[in-house]
């Protein structure tokens, strides 16, 4: 019809094309609905298992219930780190209808500040919409509730309760347990990306006793399976799966005198080690100061970091095993064991006239005015350098050193932390390895008395001390188990440990060095023996006064009862200006042992002077501290400049 | 004959046709009844009475003479034509867009009106016009003139859905009435260079944003082509047998947007399975045939054009709706006849149902009386 000159039409003609154009019609009709039909079957039929995985996945939403954290015991069972209710709020910016006006209600139910009112806003349009957001978290149950009640008028909000860590005697136990924080992205792929660790509020152990029990203290997340609309409601719960609570670890720490020698170490910086001389038990491992890992697992702020970097009182490090000191004279009961098995008479004696020269170099006594006549029992508790100078170059450094490490110097020990700083003892092997340089008297001289090379962390003289104490080879532990473990004899001659317990018991109790370390107690005496540590050559500073990084170590060993020892301690205070910073803490520490109410009362009378318990003293440092920084221009610091050019 | 137990008012309705009719409309009612998580009162209700009004009206119009609609063809076009620009203007005062107008006891869009009228005005035209005309630009530009109006009037409000089935309808016409067939393919031509163009400019964001997610809805799962991605879910999920009736868990989790209006063949799918789907797809291929028989045995050219065009029109309701809700055109918002909730379109379908009852009628009286 449409080919060549255009025939006029006609209605036949008209009908005709009508009826083929019909006939193309129904079939292109014909022809969509066939298509249709296909397309229908192939959606149900082809594609069913595919879309009846989305439609369920649609339907239902799995959530995880994070496991309950294992508690963190004391050796009597009382937790050491617990958990506690944790009421938090977050937001899911995604199904938020009026996010302005959403978080201005929150900022008036949650009492928020207008910077974290900010925050809040920033981080929403920050993220990626489908993970919750944190709006608050520890809230007080008031704050929760009212939010709760109001959560059909705000779109997007959801209250959990769930778990946060804590740790009741906080900074007390800050270097020993560690804290928990958030899963880095690195820690998350190292775990193939399990999806509890990215769970809203979910903490791992990243210190201490919390890392190295992470495993165990984790347990095993429970899942909620429930039906969800598209807007996010619940309808009904489908499954749920209780989460599994990790396991409890029961530290062989003793958690009152954990906090109690924390506490005793008041301004100081340094530590406290309590043994068990019979089991190993560490009773406490007390280093201060030090964070609050309460504060620390909250997710620690950017100011008060600094503020822990900064302070040159170091409270970052676990002094008990990264310390590492020159031990001064707590070695000499050592290092008369040691004279004594190489068969050098207790009695035999040499004059101390206030130094000994050795070589072209006069090595002087702490005691200017020399001594007098000196024999082992007056070298130990008058702890005089002379008798040490003059018997050590005999006896020779290879069985000091052996010593030495028979007691536990120089150890690392099998226990479950982050690391040890294991230190020196230093033979001549050694330094011609090290420094490739021959041994001299003078390298003996030094490390006789615990200086020049000879260095030590405070556990090891906590080992020491018990070893000397038991005469057993004591391994220090921290695991409580039921079977308390039997360790062999160091084959030290009895007779031996005797004289050097009486020469220690009277450096406390008899005529010697801590005479003030006394304990004030019926019937229980304790032995010990004291140490002062040069940091820098007297000819920089006199070491009880001046600049305090120049002030000497003060350290201090001990043990209890005297007479059948029970308790072994060891005190080191970083620059403390001597020993007698170190053992009135050791004092207070092992009366709290015996009779708590009377060293307990001790404290409170320091605390007063100190100003608050370890924690509120933390907690004022870190107030003050913060607003120090959040107005530097309000008021340029004068009084901090003019000390520094005073 | 059945003469004895029917009585032949009843025994002349095309029952072939209004059982699978019945059947389709009660089936929709049972999908409506629980898209409302199993209340008769938010839809079905209505659905079933509104489809007894207007099964009512498309019998009364199925008696309607012949001499009738030819004669009320221009003044029905006329009078929708003015319903149209009313309610822009409302739209205008009310300083938005408007498509309905509220008649009181029920809101009514002309726009729907002139898809069957569209239908009607044109198949009169084209029986008046003299045969040798219809291949002179007086086939064509009075018909382009009666197409063109209403469209322009449909796309301001703005209703690209309504607009296209206009121009469908309008277009059918013109193609069955024996237009030359190279207007249509230089039209298709000039189409194929123009659309591309006028979707970039004269479409709104919304409607742009329907047409480029048709293409990919996948890439964007939580904006425009979630409606589409929901729907495919539906109908892929629902397998062969339907997850059971009530038992739609995307229909009713909220997850399928508009499950009782234009997404209600995904409803259905999902709990009836593809069985239930087709069903549907067979009795609208049953009612299509069925016009197109009526059309072809039209004993003149304006019932043979009016059935024809009628059929065109409900054809391209289903279609368009099938084809959306499958994933095969973009999102239009056109709802599937006979299921969908909603009054308007349920009337325009009805009138397009009741014409051609009407024309099967004026076919077979000669027959009948002879």
Same mark, same amino acid.
């Given at each position: 019809m449409a080919l060549g000159k255009r025939p006029a039409r006609t209605k036949a003609m008209l009908r005709h094309s009508f009826d083929r154009r019909s006939m193309v019609l129904g079939s292109i009709q014909g022809g969509i609905g066939v298509l249709l039909a296909g397309r229908l079957t192939y959606l149900a039929i082809a594609q069913n298992e595919k879309y009846e995985l989305e439609a369920e996945s649609n339907r239902v939403n799995l959530s995880l219930i994070p496991p309950r954290r294992g508690w963190i015991l004391d050796r009597r069972g009382n937790p050491l780190a617990s958990n506690k209710a944790d009421f938090r709020v977050d937001v899911i910016p995604d199904q938020m209808t009026d996010n302005a006006q959403t978080i201005a209600e929150l900022g008036v139910l949650l009492q928020l500040t207008a910077i974290e009112i900010e925050d809040l806003g920033e981080k929403i349009r920050q993220s990626n919409g489908f993970t919750p957001v944190e709006v608050a978290s520890g809230l007080e149950w008031e704050r929760f509730a009212a939010v709760s009640v109001r959560l059909p008028d705000l779109s997007g909000v959801v209250t959990q309760r769930g778990y946060s860590r804590y740790y009741p005697t906080g900074p007390s136990v800050g270097h020993l347990l560690g804290y928990v924080g958030s899963v880095s992205p690195e820690e998350w792929k190292a775990e193939d990306k399990t999806p509890l660790l990215i769970t809203p509020g979910y903490k791992i152990g990243k210190d201490g006793i919390e890392k190295q029990f992470e495993m165990p203290l984790r347990?095993?997340?429970?899942?909620?399976?429930?039906?969800?609309?598209?807007?996010?409601?619940?309808?009904?719960?489908?499954?749920?799966?209780?989460?599994?609570? /990790?396991?409890?670890?029961?530290?062989?720490?003793?958690?009152?005198?954990?906090?109690?020698?924390?506490?005793?170490? =008041?301004?100081?910086?340094?530590?406290?080690?309590?043994m068990d001389c019979h089991t190993g038990d560490i009773l406490c491992a007390s280093s201060m100061p030090s964070f609050d890992p309460g504060s620390f697992s909250e997710g620690i702020g950017r100011i008060e970091w600094k503020m822990l970097r900064e302070d040159d009182h170091v409270p970052l490090r676990n002094k008990v095993l990264r310390g590492l000191y020159p031990p001064g004279s707590t070695i000499k009961p050592m290092v008369a064991l040691a004279f004594m098995k190489a068969g050098l008479d207790p009695e035999e004696s040499v004059h101390c006239g206030g130094g000994l020269k050795v070589g072209n170099r006069v090595f002087h006594c702490w005691a200017r005015g020399g001594h007098g006549q000196v024999n082992m029992a007056r070298g130990i508790h008058q702890s005089c350098d002379v008798y040490f100078y003059h018997f050590a170059q005999k006896i020779g450094m290879d069985k000091i050193a052996q010593m030495?490490?028979?007691?536990?110097?120089?150890?690392?020990?099998?226990?479950?932390?982050? /690391?040890?700083?294991?230190?020196?003892?230093?033979?001549?092997?050694?330094?011609?390895?090290?420094?490739?340089?021959?041994?001299?008297?003078?390298?003996?001289?030094?490390?006789?008395?615990?200086?020049?090379?000879?260095?030590? %962390?405070?556990?090891?003289?906590?080992?020491?001390?018990?070893?000397?104490?038991?005469?057993?080879?004591?391994?220090?532990?921290?695991?409580?188990?039921?079977?308390?473990?039997?360790?062999?004899?160091?084959?030290?001659?009895?007779?031996?440990?005797?004289?050097?317990h009486q020469a220690m018991s009277d450096v406390v109790n008899g005529p010697g060095t801590a005479g003030r370390a006394r304990l004030p107690l019926e019937g229980i005496k304790m032995a010990g023996k004291t140490g002062t540590a040069q940091v820098v050559s007297l000819s920089v500073s006199g070491g009880k006064t001046g600049p305090w990084k120049y002030r000497d170590h003060g350290h201090f060993i001990a043990f209890a009862p005297f007479d059948k020892p029970r308790y072994a301690c060891a005190v080191a205070i970083e620059h403390g200006g001597g020993s007698s910073s170190a053992y009135p803490i050791a004092r207070d520490v092992m009366t709290f042992l015996f009779d708590? &109410?009377?060293?307990?009362?001790?404290?409170?009378?320091?605390?007063?002077?100190?100003? =608050?318990?370890?924690?509120?003293?933390?907690?004022?440092?870190?107030?003050?501290?913060?607003?120090?920084? !959040? @107005?530097?221009?309000? %008021?340029?610091?004068?009084?901090?400049?003019?000390?520094?050019?005073? | 004959m059945s003469q004895s137990f029917v009585p032949d008012p009843v025994a002349r309705q095309p029952w072939q046709v209004i059982a699978p009719l019945l059947a389709l409309v009660l089936l929709g009612a049972a999908v409506l009844y629980s898209a409302a998580g199993g209340s008769m009162a938010l839809y079905a209700t209505s659905h079933l009475v509104r489809f007894a009004l207007f099964f009512a009206m498309a019998l009364v119009m199925s008696r309607i003479p012949e001499s009738w609609y030819r004669a009320l063809a221009y003044p029905a076009y006329g009078g929708v034509m003015v319903l149209l620009v009313l309610v822009e203007l409302l739209g205008a005062m009310g300083g938005g867009s408007q498509r309905w107008l509220n008649l009181g006891f029920?809101?009514?869009?002309? !726009?729907?009106?002139?898809?069957?009228?569209?239908?009607?005005?044109?198949?009169?035209?084209?029986?008046?016009?003299?045969?040798?005309?219809?291949?002179?630009?007086?086939?064509?530009?009075?018909?382009?003139?009666l197409i063109g109006a209403p469209t322009a009037l449909v796309i301001l409000q703005p209703d690209l859905g309504t607009s296209l089935a206009i121009c469908f309808g309008g277009f059918v016409i013109m193609?069955?009435?024996?237009?030359?067939?190279?207007?249509?393919? =230089?039209?298709?031509? @000039?189409?194929?260079?123009?659309?591309?163009?006028?979707?970039?400019?004269?479409?709104?964001?919304?409607?742009?944003?329907?047409?480029?997610?048709?293409?990919?809805?996948?890439?964007?799962?939580?904006?425009?082509?979630?409606?589409?991605?929901?729907?495919?879910?539906?109908?892929?999920?629902?397998?062969?047998?339907?997850?059971?009736?009530? %038992?739609?868990?995307?229909?009713?989790?909220?997850?399928?947007?508009?499950?009782?209006?234009?997404?209600?063949?995904?409803?259905?799918?999902?709990?009836?399975?593809?069985?239930?789907?087709?069903?549907?797809?067979?009795?609208?291929?049953?009612?299509?045939?069925?016009?197109?028989?009526?059309?072809?045995?039209?004993?003149?050219?304006? !019932?043979?054009?009016?059935?024809?065009?009628?059929? &065109?029109?409900?054809?391209?309701?289903?279609?368009?709706?099938?084809?959306?809700?499958?994933?095969?055109?973009?999102?239009?918002?056109?709802?599937?006849?006979?299921?969908?909730?909603?009054?308007?379109?349920?009337?325009?379908?009805?009138?397009?149902?009741?014409?051609?009852?009407?024309?099967?009628?004026?076919?077979?009286?000669?027959?009948?009386?002879?």
């Open positions: 347990g095993k997340p429970g899942g909620r399976r429930v039906e969800v609309t598209a807007g996010g409601r619940i309808v009904r719960d489908l499954e749920t799966r209780d989460d599994v609570p /990790g396991k409890p670890v029961q530290l062989t720490i003793d958690g009152p005198l954990q906090d109690y020698a924390a506490r005793r170490i =008041g301004l100081e910086s340094g530590s406290c080690v309590v030495a490490r028979r007691l536990g110097l120089g150890q690392e020990f099998p226990l479950p932390v982050a /690391g040890q700083s294991y230190g020196t003892v230093p033979d001549p092997e050694w330094k011609l390895r090290k420094y490739g340089k021959e041994w001299q008297n003078f390298d003996t001289v030094n490390a006789t008395i615990g200086q020049g090379y000879m260095l030590v %962390n405070p556990l090891q003289q906590a080992v020491m001390t018990s070893r000397i104490a038991s005469g057993k080879e004591i391994m220090p532990r921290l695991l409580l188990t039921k079977k308390t473990p039997d360790f062999p004899s160091l084959g030290i001659a009895q007779e031996h440990l005797d004289f050097v708590p &109410a009377k060293a307990l009362e001790k404290l409170h009378r320091y605390e007063e002077q100190w100003g =608050g318990t370890a924690q509120e003293r933390l907690d004022r440092k870190y107030a003050e501290y913060a607003m120090e920084q !959040s @107005a530097p221009l309000a %008021n340029p610091a004068s009084g901090e400049t003019d000390v520094q050019n005073r | 029920m809101t009514l869009q002309p !726009s729907e009106l002139m898809k069957p009228v569209i239908v009607l005005v044109l198949a009169a035209f084209y029986h008046t016009l003299p045969a040798a005309m219809t291949a002179s630009w007086r086939g064509l530009l009075p018909a382009l003139a193609f069955i009435a024996g237009l030359p067939l190279r207007w249509f393919l =230089g039209a298709g031509a @000039a189409a194929a260079v123009i659309t591309p163009i006028a979707l970039f400019t004269l479409l709104h964001d919304y409607q742009l944003r329907r047409v480029t997610t048709f293409l990919d809805p996948e890439s964007d799962p939580l904006g425009a082509g979630y409606h589409i991605t929901q729907s495919k879910i539906a109908i892929g999920s629902g397998g062969m047998f339907g997850k059971g009736f009530e %038992n739609g868990s995307q229909s009713h989790l909220d997850y399928l947007p508009e499950a009782h209006t234009d997404f209600v063949f995904a409803t259905m799918a999902e709990e009836w399975g593809m069985l239930g789907g087709l069903f549907v797809l067979l009795v609208f291929g049953l009612i299509l045939r069925w016009g197109m028989v009526v059309a072809r045995n039209g004993t003149d050219r304006f !019932s043979r054009l009016l059935a024809a065009g009628m059929t &065109a029109t409900i054809f391209f309701y289903a279609a368009v709706n099938l084809m959306m809700v499958m994933g095969l055109a973009p999102v239009v918002g056109i709802p599937l006849p006979f299921m969908s909730h909603g009054g308007s379109s349920m009337l325009t379908v009805m009138i397009c149902f009741g014409t051609i009852m009407a024309v099967e009628r004026w076919s077979a009286k000669p027959r009948t009386f002879t």
